[in-house]
């Protein structure tokens, strides 16, 4: 008989979310499950429960409601509860870095976010491509960075920027990504689109289209 895999989550809150960790420890027990206090205000939960990801589901929708405070979720899948726990640890990264709730890394390395969203955002943090990995190498950025910003893209249909965006999905500082820029623009891979007025006070920012994940997507 095939063994279920197993689900752990990563929970960290805010600085300033007084409450949090109660309404986690009573949402764990409702799990009938054991959690955790980690350092740098995070909070480890797992459960025998099955569909602990549709229980978690059910727990952001909860919070969102009550606005008790800032947090960010990872639930990592796995076949074993090191796997599950590395795999948690990884979604809680790529939902900072996407500004999401929640992330939901499964067993293959497949990232969802936000997974309690109907249509999540959804690549592969396990890179075999050599085409994917050479493109990633003549852009400068890691493989698993280029294949997150190519998803982003896909999904919003678009190709034109901000260096304020591209820092957003890439999870590198706006200062990393115009020397990016400025080496994208070099080589001939992006073009200039012109600016992004703004409706309050602010220097106008500079659009960027990218012309070399356009092509790719024909």
Known sequence: MKQQPLSVGLIRVGAASDGL??????FVSDLEGYMAVLKGNEILFFSSTTGIDEFADCYIRRLSKKKKGSFSLGIGIGATAYQAAAHARIALSEAVILGEKSCLVNEGKQ???????????TYDLSITSEVLMKEAKQAGVSAVA?????SQISRAGKYTFTANDLSAIMGISTRSVHRKLVRWLDEGLIGLAGVEKLSLKGRPRQLFHLTFLEKEGD
Do not use: A, C, G, W
């Open 21 to 26: 960790s109660k309404s986690i420890s009573e």
């Open 111 to 121: 990232v969802m976010s936000p997974f309690e969203k109907q249509f999540p955002l």
């Open 146 to 150: 280029y294949n997150r910003l190519r």
